[in-house]
């Protein structure tokens, strides 16, 4: 019972591994559109000679960056666990 109890246990980890992959390469591409975005922006004024060609973009990394570093953290939290608990049992 309990090895049908472990298994069940790491396959459903293994799903929340996927899923943290999934969610961080889904915050990971938004946040490279955001960024292409402001870039895109950025040469439209140059290229149109509006005021604010040159300056530098509005980014606020803390919008972008820290739902991204808390996806790839829990993702890693969630292997470091994984390899734990087959490796060394409970």
Known sequence: MAVIAAASY?????????FFL????????FELSNLSALYA?????????EPGCGQPFSYD???FLVPYFFCVGGYLMLWVLHVHFVYYGW
């Open 22 to 29: 999934m969610l961080s390469l889904a915050v990971s591409f």
């Open 10 to 18: 790491l396959e459903g980890l293994h799903c929340f591994r996927i």
């Open 41 to 49: 922006e950025s040469w439209r004024k140059c290229a149109t000679k």
């Open 61 to 63: 990394p803390k919008k």
